[in-house]
């Protein structure tokens, strides 16, 4: 604090790793700035933050065949004869500029106005091997006598995009009272292109084939009016206005698709709260709509995607004392044109998503922590749902008839929701400033896709870490805190995500199964230094 109202913050930050699949190496850089003026009734503060990111893609994920022999294996790169393409990376840069100013007018009213942009610009650049000059725009190259169709090829592919707007709301306390009106008007102006920097043949030098940009406005007003009731009770009620524009010229392989389209919402939230004495209850309505996103677009531009619609109904309890909490919490999701993954492939060749009509989320979540001496202190919590689609269409490409077969399912369970999830935490303070922590995670067993097969599934799966660190000053040097960290503290070869690609061939159903395996037991340390 520099004269009773200045403030200058400042951060800088590097993270590297050789990875551990093969060759996913990362150099991640980041830097922060913030000025800030501070006065009784107002403030005005300045953010600029921005990063850079290279990181070899490790995207396509572990064959399950080669899980067990190969564990660590990446595709990425492998177009290239002979040895992996060793620039088979993604490349992006992200800078944000910021500015808020909170304002008090009187002791029941204040205002705050925040305005941003968002720059970023980067690539993820591929090898390419066998690449028809068709389905670049070219025409076959002629060398000589012979007519060659297909070649090598290094592409780029470009995102330059600009996000910029402004947030803002008014709140009005007075009493028992409170009310916030406030909104945001953001703007997206995202560019997509890309670039073949190099061929083996054929190519003009820094071709440019695709170029494809797209925009999105957005636009909320939302009201908020909170009551308190006496006796420890409370009302609240929430109200926004939403409203979206697409426009969309072209995607990539497919030119003369056009979007413009106009979305509007009204998403209204209510419910009422009890606290006191250390109980804690409420229950709560709402009703959200969300847009369908950019690709969604592309599946079938004769049959535009719906919006999805979500009404969801939430209950909770919870007790807290001086040495204890405990609680639980119940839901009820109703989706209505829910957009999720069917393998149904567009035009050019890409999966998309489509609307099912009707699909839920339901569960209970139970949570404690316990203190009962200050050198001990536990928590936990633990999850059960339901997740399911009630009528389902899958698309399976066929590659002995061309086309794709369909199969229809009623009541499947929806992808990556694991009808269980825990997590429980112990913490230990055997001197004065230190600690050892144990964190264990457990996941339950998934689904790969939303048919319910047995053979695609992403099995349950416990981690445990541990955590040591110990906090002390000295002289010029505010805190140091060290620390050492042991993760997959059992050395369990799980794997926390994947994803499945299925089809026909020789009059059989072919399926294959792709994962993303985590480390085994590995460990960080570190030295944290606030002067």
Do not use: C
């Not at 304002?103 to 009213?109: A, I």
């Not at 369990?492 to 994803?499: E, I, K, Q, R």
Request: net charge positive.
């Amino acid at each position: 604090l520099m004269k009773n109202h200045f403030t200058l913050d400042a951060r800088f930050s590097n993270i590297t790793s050789d990875g551990y699949i093969d060759r996913a190496n990362s150099d991640l850089k980041s830097w922060f700035a913030s000025a800030a003026y501070f006065s009784s009734k107002s403030s005005v503060r300045f953010n600029y933050i921005s990063g850079i990111e290279k990181t070899y893609q490790a995207w396509n994920g572990v064959p399950e065949l080669l899980l067990k022999t190969d564990r660590t294996y990446n595709s990425a790169g492998t177009d290239k004869p002979g040895t992996p393409y060793d620039n088979e990376t993604d490349n992006y840069v992200q800078s944000h500029y910021q500015l808020f100013w909170n304002q008090k007018v009187s002791p029941l009213l204040s205002f705050n106005v925040a305005g941003f942009l968002t720059r970023g610009k980067g690539y993820y650049e591929n090898y390419k091997g066998s690449q028809k000059y068709s389905k670049y725009g070219l025409p076959d190259f002629i060398d000589g006598a012979d007519t060659i169709r297909k070649t090598d090829i290094i592409l780029q592919q470009w995102l330059d995009n600009y996000f910029y707007g402004s947030i803002f709301s008014a709140q009005y306390v007075k009493s028992k009272t409170r009310l916030t009106v406030g909104g945001a008007y953001t703007q997206y102006d995202g560019g997509h292109y890309n670039i073949v920097t190099w061929a083996d043949k054929g190519f003009p030098k820094n071709y440019k084939y695709y170029n494809a940009p797209a925009y999105k406005n957005d636009f909320n007003l939302y009201l908020k009016w909170m009551q308190s009731l006496g006796n420890g009770f409370t009302s609240f009620i929430d109200l926004q206005e939403r409203f979206v524009a697409y426009e969309i010229n072209g995607y990539k392989g497919h030119p003369d698709i056009y979007i413009n389209q106009h979305y509007s919402f009204l998403n209204p939230k209510a419910g009422i709260s009890y606290f006191r004495n250390g109980y804690h209850a409420y229950i709560s309505f709402s009703i959200a709509a969300k847009e369908p996103n950019r690709d969604d677009f592309e599946a079938d531009p004769a049959h535009l995607p719906k919006p999805e619609k979500l009404f969801d109904w939430e209950a909770g309890f919870s007790r807290s004392e001086k040495n204890y909490s405990a609680g639980l919490n119940f839901y009820y999701m109703d989706y209505k044109d829910q957009l999720v993954n069917t393998g149904k492939i567009n035009d050019v060749g890409a999966y998309t998503r489509t609307n099912a009509a009707k699909s839920f989320r339901a569960g209970i979540e139970l949570h404690g922590a316990i203190s009962p001496v200050e050198w001990f202190h536990a928590d936990a919590n633990i999850a059960f749902s339901k997740n399911k689609i009630k009528s389902f269409t899958e698309y399976i490409d066929d590659y002995d008839e061309g086309g794709q077969k369909q199969n229809h399912y009623s009541n499947t369970n929806i992808s990556f929701s694991p009808n269980t999830v825990a997590s429980v935490s112990i913490t230990f303070v055997p001197v004065k400033n230190g600690e050892i922590s144990f964190i264990s995670k457990y996941v339950g067993q998934q689904y790969l896709d939303n048919t319910s097969d047995k053979g695609r599934i992403l099995p349950s799966y416990y981690v445990q870490n541990a955590r040591l660190s110990y906090t002390f000053s000295k002289k010029n040097l505010k805190e140091v805190k060290l620390f050492f960290q042991v993760i997959n503290l059992f050395n369990n070869l799980y794997v926390s995500n994947g994803y499945t690609y299925n089809y026909i061939s020789d009059g059989k159903l072919v399926v294959e199964n792709f994962y993303f395996p985590m480390a085994p037991i590995n460990m960080m340390g570190g030295v944290n230094i606030r002067l």
